[in-house]
């Protein structure tokens, strides 16, 4: 097979200084396995709603969306995260890569899933064929929510309460079942265990406020 996933996860500087053509200057610890100029990234909102990304697209920052579909080959997508869920799907039979912003709004309204059956419909891919890896994200032990976010998720979702009484909920957990529920075989499914609301070395919403973010870049080879 002479198709070649690349999945890599960056800590990316100021959030401000990406626009539409992203700055990598502020990628750290790496050789980049693309050109900067080529990346493309999306204005983020929470949504559900998915973009395919054509070579017409190369360099853009596309507006109001939350996940990036392409089956061109050497176009890297670039979501950014600071405790939500990066998930990246991969087709290797139909050569077809996605990069997903799964936060709480977005897992909710099951933008995974649905980024996964547009693969199907628009390029033909078979659930039995996904390989699906879950980036550093807020971990379950940490994702402390109130009582209406967390019935939303479902009590499935709930691990716990916190030390005030609160529901903690497994958000990318979540994201996994979207996936599994459809046919995804879950050992096809990858998973982080890095919690960034616990390491210091990723941007955490959660913790700092910060305009850091961590880049999930991902290209066809
Ligand atoms: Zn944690």
């Not at 419909?121 to 209406?148: L, R």
Request: hydrophobic content about 40%.
């Amino acid at each position: 097979m002479n198709v070649l996933l690349v999945y890599l996860l960056h800590k990316i500087g100021d959030v401000s200084a990406f626009s539409t053509n992203v700055d990598c200057r502020f990628v750290e610890n790496s050789v980049l396995f693309f050109n900067p100029s080529d990346v493309v990234s999306c204005k983020q909102t929470h949504s559900d709603v998915i973009k395919i990304v054509d070579d017409s697209m190369r360099g853009t920052e596309i507006a109001d969306c939350d996940a990036l579909v392409t089956n061109v080959r050497k176009l890297p997508l670039l979501i950014r995260t600071a405790d939500c869920v990066p998930v990246v799907l991969y087709d290797p039979c139909r050569r077809v890569v996605a990069n997903i912003h799964a936060g709480r709004v977005g897992a909710q309204k099951l933008i995974v899933r649905k980024t996964l059956q547009l693969m199907m419909t628009q390029f033909g891919s078979k659930t039995s064929d996904i390989i699906a890896a879950i980036g550093p994200h807020i971990c379950g032990k940490c994702y402390e929510v109130d009582d209406a976010c967390a019935s939303e998720f479902g009590e499935k979702y709930i691990i716990g309460y916190s030390s005030n009484q609160k529901p903690l909920v497994d958000i990318a957990l979540a994201c996994k079942e979207q996936l599994v529920d459809v046919g995804v075989d879950s050992k096809n499914i990858h998973c982080s265990d890095i919690c960034t609301a616990e390491s210091k070395e990723w941007p955490s919403w959660r913790r700092d406020k910060c305009q850091e973010r961590l880049g999930t870049f991902v290209m066809l080879e």
